[in-house]
């Protein structure tokens, strides 16, 4: 199929094209992100394939299904970003990659937790300087920490279980309990619950209207003095001002964070020759207790492979007009 590539950068050209041999597929690889103002490069092509922050709105799949669009092909396992109803509105197939790599994620999580606990930006920086001090930079034990996990899907379950190996306190929260964290020991408790058990609390559900700032005022109020907040999922899980008004009068101690819920104008850039005009991501910049990665816990060698394995055999597949297990309904968004 002729596809259009849109958000790409080097690496996802080089996984796609080296890929690409036994399927045979066209690219038009474009830098560009997805939306309004981009939507007219997908002309002449049979699909989209496209990642977390292009812009699938009802308004740009229109554009897309007036210009012969069929596929809507997402790098990434979140739909968020995809009207999913308008898409088959205008007989539109959505496939995604539901698993590239959960481990990358999952242990991403963990390397931010470690180092946020341990201080490692700050220790490595004074390192650098001369300054061999401790002072500020004590840490403590996971050991026996209770930490609780929301949402405990495929990326949750891989971080309870290296929690577990920690020797943490586990809670949880899902609709859906997992067989596996019963099995570990996981406590399933109400969110309000985990909230107030939890010293760390850690994001791994689905960006939805329901999760859709998960974590407010209200439920910060709830939480444990000083308390670690890690989201590795989707930024709006997160709404950002009550978590900067959480770490100005120290209820949250510490803050990781891998995605932002305005990230689409910053994320997979190279601003540093810029002025950031987010006030509200630069304030998040200045706590020294807050570290921020842009997007990149999925970003191993093993996911990429994957992802361009999966995506390659979906396009394949709704090419052939073959079921493929990974298109995304609205069933599956309801479910
Ligand atoms: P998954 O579908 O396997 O698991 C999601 C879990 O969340 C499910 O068990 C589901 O029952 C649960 N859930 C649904 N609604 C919930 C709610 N209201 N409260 C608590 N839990 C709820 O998905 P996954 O593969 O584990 O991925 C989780 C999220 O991670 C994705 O939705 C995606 O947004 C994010 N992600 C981020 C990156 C990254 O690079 N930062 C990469 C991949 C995925």
């Known amino acids: 199929m002729k596809v259009a590539v849109f958000s790409t950068k080097p690496y996802d050209q080089r996984y796609f094209s080296n890929t690409n041999d036994g399927f045979g597929h066209e690219f038009t690889f474009f830098e ?11 002309n002449g092509h049979g699909g989209v394939c496209v990642f977390v922050n292009d812009v699938l709105d009802r308004d740009v799949l229109k554009q897309l299904a007036d210009q012969g669009i069929k596929l809507v092909a997402l790098r990434c396992a979140g739909f968020n970003n995809v009207d999913i109803e308008a898409a088959e509105e205008f ?3 959505v496939v995604r990659v539901p698993a590239y790599s959960p481990h990358a994620v999952a242990e991403h999580t963990i390397t931010l937790i470690l180092a946020l606990n341990r201080r490692i930006n700050k220790s490595h920086a004074r390192i650098r300087e001369g300054n061999f001090a401790l002072d500020g930079l004590m840490g403590f034990d996971l050991n026996d920490h209770p930490v609780g996990i929301v949402g405990t ?9 290296i929690l577990h190996g920690f020797g943490c306190k586990l809670y949880a929260f899902d609709p859906k309990p997992s067989p596996v964290c019963e099995e570990l020991g996981v406590e399933y408790v109400s969110l309000d619950e985990l909230f107030q058990k939890s010293y760390i609390v850690t994001l791994h559900c689905p960006l939805m209207p329901q999760t859709h700032h998960i974590i407010d005022a209200e439920a910060i109020s709830k939480m444990q003095e000083c308390v670690m907040l890690i989201n590795t999922s989707r930024g709006a899980l997160i709404d950002t001002k009550a978590v900067i008004d959480g770490l100005k009068s120290r209820k949250i101690g510490y803050l990781g964070i891998d995605v932002y819920e305005e990230e689409g104008d910053l994320f997979f850039k ?3 020759d810029e002025i950031i005009q987010d006030d509200q ?9 807050v570290m921020v990665t842009a997007h990149q816990a999925f970003f191993t060698h093993q996911a990429v492979q994957a992802i361009a394995d999966t995506t390659l055999q979906n396009i ?3 090419e052939k007009g073959e079921r493929c297990e990974n298109e995304v309904t609205s069933e599956l968004v309801k479910s």
């Not at 991501?281 to 207790?289: E, I, S, T, V």
């Open 316 to 318: 394949s597949e709704i």
């Open 270 to 272: 190279d601003l540093s």
């Open 91 to 93: 007989g539109m197939h």
């Open 153 to 161: 899907g495929k990326i949750g379950e891989i971080v309870a279980r």
């Open 32 to 42: 560009e992100k997805l939306d309004m103002n981009t939507v007219r490069l997908a």
């Open 281 to 289: 991501f630069a304030r998040l910049l200045m706590f020294p207790n």
